[in-house]
């Protein structure tokens, strides 16, 4: 079972919120903060600090020079068009346009959009340069990770080795199907989102609320996975319970009749299916909603380029912190408050039958 001391001294800053309150906002922020603690605590051990400086430098200056070397004769041929030719150049939601000037008209570059237009580029060379060096680095981040999940208490994510500068195909086959993984459960909420296009209110309203709620649903996902990148999310992957709005709706299905026909039954079968292999990740959700939420926000805000270099090491430690079993060993903020429900799945998954 889960137990954590009480909330109402959890953070100063937070009194005056009422105890659930301050619990569930301390949560969050644990959350949100973990993998800056550990990146820090990283970089004042003296053990540590060396290899941790030193591969986070030579992986930027290798994402720098690799971003450049891409996108540098991109920007040249761009500037050329622009100042000497005349050309208009526009970022629009479609691409990179480019139009011809006219005989008699030459037209100004526009700064504002010239600049958003670079800003924009660089974003997407640095992050395709900082994916191929990670791809060619990730062992020397499996190794920051396994330090420090050490250092926590936690049972590391990988087995120690020597690291090497090397692409890993298997990975790349693993990532890959995990992206596709991540696609079919996006798209298997879609339909039933639609739904909130046609309403009385008008069409803005429905692209409104479409617009909010499968912003809702991604966010949801990714912050499924950012526990999933913990080892420990997947232990009861064949006991777990079946996704929650499937449990529920397999409950309203008994009680309705109106449900009991083919086409929810058809819906009902598709989700069963899709979110079958990913049972164990949701319960993790289920139980520790409010710090992974705050770490699928860290990793949102992380995931600029050059400084998620920084915090990739941390993000699989900070889901292990969240989600494993506590026994004292490591900051207990980071827990979920306890209840008969998640007592009662700890002592099923334990083997227990009665409280100790």
């Not at 008969?340 to 998954?349: C, K, M, V």
Request: proline content about 7%.
């Amino acid at each position: 079972m889960r137990d954590r001391p009480s909330p109402a001294t959890a953070c100063p800053s937070c009194e005056g919120l009422g105890p659930r309150l301050v619990s569930k906002t301390h949560q969050l922020w644990r959350g949100f903060s973990a993998c800056l603690r550990m990146a820090r605590a990283a970089a004042r051990n003296r053990a540590e600090r060396g290899a941790y400086l030193r591969t986070i430098g030579v992986q930027m200056l290798a994402t720098f020079l690799l971003g450049i070397a891409l996108g540098g004769p991109i920007v040249l041929v761009l500037a050329e068009l622009i100042l000497e030719r005349g050309h208009e150049v526009t970022f629009t939601q479609k691409g990179l346009v480019i139009e011809s000037p006219t005989a008699d008209v030459r037209s100004e570059p526009q700064l504002e959009t010239v600049v958003l237009g670079l800003i924009y580029f660089a974003y997407g060379v640095f992050t395709l340069a900082e994916a191929v060096v990670i791809a060619l680095s990730r062992e020397h981040h499996d190794q920051i990770g396994r330090r420090s999940a050490l250092a926590q208490g936690l049972e590391p994510e990988d087995a120690e080795m020597s690291p090497r500068v090397r692409l890993n195909l298997r990975w790349l086959h693993t990532k890959w199907k995990r992206k596709q993984r991540a696609i079919r459960l996006f798209l298997i909420g879609i339909p039933l989102l639609l739904v909130a296009r046609f309403n009385p209110f008008g069409d803005s309203a429905g692209k409104f609320v479409y617009g909010v709620l499968v912003a809702g649903w991604s966010f949801y996902w990714m912050t499924v996975f950012a526990g999933a990148k913990s080892k420990q999310a997947w232990v009861d992957d064949e006991t777990a319970p079946p996704w929650f709005p499937v449990r529920h709706w397999e409950a309203a299905r008994t009680r309705h009749r109106w449900l009991r026909w083919w086409l929810p039954d058809l819906y009902l079968w598709v989700l069963r299916k899709a979110t079958h292999d990913v049972r164990a990740p949701c319960r993790r959700v289920e139980e520790a909603e409010y710090a992974l939420v705050g770490l699928a926000l860290a990793r949102v805000v992380c995931g600029l380029p050059f400084l998620y270099l920084m915090f990739r090491p941390f993000f699989p430690v900070a889901a292990s912190a969240i989600v494993s079993p506590r026994d004292g060993r490591v900051s207990a903020p980071l827990l979920p408050e306890a209840t008969p429900a998640s007592a009662a799945y700890e002592l099923q998954r334990s083997g227990n039958t009665t409280p100790s």
